[in-house]
């Protein structure tokens, strides 16, 4: 890939002391060797994307098919933690269940003995 040719390229810089300004254009030495390197580096950035490609879709198979089968779960994803976090919501419901049922009934009993203290005390 990489050649030496020091006498490929020749840049030449115009001198202010004329008036006219010229384009100076540099090429090759010849038609047949300017031809030839770009067909060259065509040919080497397409092998170049044709490579980034094949890696590009490598690893995308890589990153889909680690398992075989189940869901890919990032590495980060605690289990443990979820499962207790849903443990701790399901008893955080019932307790609150349950909290309800008992002060219905606790003033219900406390109605109803008031209101048989206050017959009995009448009578």
């Given amino acids: 890939m990489a050649f030496a040719a020091p006498a ?3 840049v030449i ?3 202010f002391k004329n008036s006219t300004h ?3 254009q540099v090429r ?3 038609f047949r060797e300017e031809g030839r390197h770009s067909n060259m580096v ?3 950035l397409r092998v170049l994307r044709e490579r980034i ?3 590009q879709m490598k690893e995308r198979l890589e990153r889909c098919c680690r398992k ?3 869901w ?3 590495p980060g994803y605690n289990y443990k933690l979820k499962r207790d976090t849903q443990l701790s919501d399901f008893f955080g419901l019932v307790s609150l269940a349950t909290g309800t049922v008992f002060l219905t009934l606790l003033s219900g009993t406390l109605g109803l003995y008031l209101v048989s203290l206050v017959v009995h005390l009448s009578h």
Wanted: glycine fraction near 4%; charge should be negative; aromatic fraction near 4%.
């Fill in 8 to 10: 490929l390229l020749a």
């Fill in 13 to 15: 810089r115009p001198s």
């Fill in 22 to 24: 010229r384009n100076l």
């Fill in 28 to 30: 090759a030495q010849t």
């Fill in 42 to 44: 065509d040919s080497n």
């Fill in 53 to 55: 490609e094949q890696v």
């Fill in 68 to 70: 075989e089968h189940g």
């Fill in 72 to 74: 890919n779960y990032a």
